[in-house]
């Protein structure tokens, strides 16, 4: 079971930014050939996805986020990183970082990002 530790997370006002960080404890080779992924869930809505990176590199992005977050990892920590700038009130959710690799998801326990005035 690959164990995934999310941080970064708080209060931040509109238009600011956070970087939020996911570790995960496998083994490099492993992490270096997964795909990993950001997902969030609002009060009261379903979980979506955010941002997600292949481990090619490519990555795609929720339409809402488009040129306001990025999605990069760190193969050599095991780290995975989803950079937030322009936050706006509807970005406000717990994020989830997820791994995917030889067959097996993983999610992490999620870290509350608020976004408030």
């Known amino acids: 079971q690959v164990q995934l530790v999310e941080s970064g997370g708080g209060l931040v006002q509109p238009g600011g930014s956070l970087r939020l960080s996911c570790v995960a404890s496998?083994?490099?080779?492993?992490?270096?050939?997964?795909?990993t992924g950001w997902y969030r869930q609002a009060p009261g809505k379903q979980r979506e996805l955010v941002a997600a990176q292949t481990s090619g590199g490519s990555t795609n992005y929720a339409e809402s986020v488009k040129g306001r977050f990025f999605i990069f990892r760190d193969n050599a920590e095991n780290t995975m990183f989803l950079q937030m700038n322009s936050l706006k009130h509807e970005d406000t959710a717990v994020y989830y970082c997820n791994l995917r690799v030889d067959g097996m998801i993983s999610w992490g326990k999620g870290t509350l990002v608020t976004v408030s005035s």
């Open positions: 496998i083994s490099s080779f492993s992490f270096k050939i997964s795909t």
